[in-house]
Nanobody
Framework: QVQLVESGGGLVQAGGSLRLSCAAS????????MGWFRQAPGKEREFVAA????????NYAESVKGRFTISRDNAKRTVYLQMNSLKPDDTAVYYC????????????????????WGQGTQVTVSA
């Protein structure tokens, strides 16, 4: 079992920044491929960013490239999502996810590839 707890969400004006954190427990953190997804009201959950177990490789949705940065600190068992230049379209519940079987340098971008999910944290960007 893996437990994931997100934090750092909130209300911010357009153009502002937030940093989300996701703390993991239950398995060796360096064995987990990690990702961030989001779900806006009335929409399906969508991929935002992912990072390989090694931290060497990352992947981003086109809509957030150049604005968001995913990183991980294996010693702190935490993955981060730094979000800059936020837009109202970024408003959603953001979820952290973990995969147990990814390769060392592989990133995963499909929802169904992830085994565990956090409870989500709300991000609201006002115009």
């Amino acid at each position: 079992q893996v437990q994931l707890v997100e934090s750092g969400g909130g209300l911010v004006q357009a153009g502002g920044s937030l940093r989300l954190s996701c703390a993991a427990s239950g398995r060796t953190f360096s064995s987990l491929t990690m990702g961030w997804f989001r779900q806006a009201p009335g929409k399906e959950r969508e991929f935002v960013a992912a990072i390989a177990r090694s931290g060497r490789n990352t992947n981003y949705a086109e809509s957030v490239k150049g604005r968001f940065t995913i990183s991980r600190d294996n010693a702190k068992r935490t993955v981060y999502l730094q979000m800059n230049s936020l837009k109202p379209d970024d408003t959603a519940v953001y979820y952290c996810a973990a995969n147990l079987s990814g390769g060392l340098h592989f990133v995963l971008i499909v929802t169904s590839q992830y085994d565990y999910w956090g409870q989500g944290t709300q991000v609201t960007v006002s115009a």
